[in-house]
């Protein structure tokens, strides 16, 4: 896989007004259509807006580009937009896909995200997982809702005296406790990474469930994802260099 290029690559044209104006329609249209993120970066890092909605490209010239806006707030919609320059200006429109990338990654970087795309992608539990969720959700029942079941002489233990019923119980519920913090870490951690590989939010939030009640294998099958996305992002940032 490769990361998106953020425009179609074009080949040199002659030069004149209704070639570049043609490239640059296009090129405004496949940025308005295919990448609002990358736009929505550029407001962010470069002129510190966090926009509400509305976000579209509206003009590129060799010196610029203008992206449009809104921001909502309790007295209305306010329509605006900004002008970011590039530095140093282009010479030609064939160079505003390599600009706009490199733009594009600094401004993703400087933002803290890893990817300049988002990892649109949810992985569910596969039936290895299976019996590490039924022991949470069972052990959560017992320890949780149910505790007096576990000091019950008629609980499964208790009844073939596998454990003295005076030390085993408060075993159980330091064990419960200790996985039980320990698989919060791991949702913590995919709540971080799931955040700095731009996932939505419905699809973070089950990454976020599956890091809970699972613990380390959503995290494997996580970080699967992301290495994909590292050696995309590597590549795209390699061929920039590589015309630079």
Not at 94 to 106: K, N, P, T, W
Not at 128 to 155: G, K
Not at 192 to 203: D, L
Not at 212 to 234: Q, T, V
């Amino acid at each position: 896989m490769s990361e998106p290029t953020l425009v179609p690559a074009t080949s040199e044209r002659p030069s004149g007004p209704p070639s570049n104006e043609s490239m640059a329609q296009r090129i405004i249209a496949y940025m308005n259509k295919e990448h609002q993120v990358s736009l929505k970066d550029y407001l962010r890092y470069y002129k510190g807006i966090v926009p509400t909605r509305g976000i579209e490209m509206r003009e590129l010239t060799l010196e610029y580009i203008t992206i449009g806006y809104e921001i909502v707030h309790n007295k209305g919609i306010d329509q605006l937009q900004a002008k970011i320059e590039f530095n140093p200006p282009m010479k030609s429109l064939a160079e505003a896909r390599d600009v706009l990338v490199g733009m594009a990654m600094q401004a993703s970087e400087g933002l803290g995200y890893a990817t300049l795309t988002p990892v649109d992608k949810f992985m569910p539990p596969t039936w290895h997982s299976i019996p590490i969720i039924v022991l949470v959700l069972v052990s959560t029942y017992y320890v949780y809702w149910n505790p007096t079941a576990i000091d019950d002489s008629e609980f499964v233990l208790r009844k073939y005296k596998v454990y003295d019923i005076e030390i085993v119980p408060k075993l159980l519920k330091v064990v419960y406790w200790g996985a039980i913090v320990y698989h919060a870490i791991e949702a913590l951690i995919l709540y971080i990474w799931t955040g700095m590989y731009r996932v939505p939010v419905i699809k973070r939030t089950a990454w976020c469930i599956c890091g809970f009640l699972e613990g380390f294998p959503a995290i494997g099958r996580f970080r699967s994802l992301m290495a994909e996305k590292d050696m995309a992002s590597e590549n795209a940032k390699s061929t920039v260099e590589k015309k630079e």
